[in-house]
């Protein structure tokens, strides 16, 4: 006679594999981030909302492209209401830089405090990306 094991039931608040269930606070991101971008009348850039990661990087090279687009030296973006910004955003926002001509730069008004640590991590004396507060 065998035995077979009854596998174990989820407690309240985790899911079926043990992990946090999709209700619980606990729960990590389920794909479904955005990224949007503006260019409202009464400031001279654009502005970004949303998150800036792998599932958003078609969205986040579109914006990019919207940047760097715009007339004059100066390309800015305010960053304030972007929630993630990952490694791959950052490297992706600094590529975009270093194509820019000479003389023109990328003005980040507040960024979320993981994306200026990252440039001084990975590319320190950058100046073709400025960061304002």
Known sequence: ???????ARPTE????DGG???S??????????SLDASRPPDWPGLKVSGEI???TVPAWQEVLEQLVGQP?????????QVTFVDVAGVTNLVLTAQSLPSGRRIV???PPPQLPRILELFWP?????EVAS
């Open 20 to 22: 946090p269930d999709a």
């Open 13 to 16: 608040g985790e899911g079926a």
């Open 1 to 7: 006679m065998s035995m077979r094991e009854e596998p």
């Open 24 to 33: 619980s606070p606990d729960a990590l991101p389920t794909g479904t981030a």
């Open 53 to 55: 990661s792998a599932s």
């Open 125 to 129: 004396g950058l100046t073709e990306i």
């Open 72 to 80: 004059g030296e100066v390309c800015r973006a305010d960053l304030s």
């Open 108 to 110: 980040l008004h507040r």
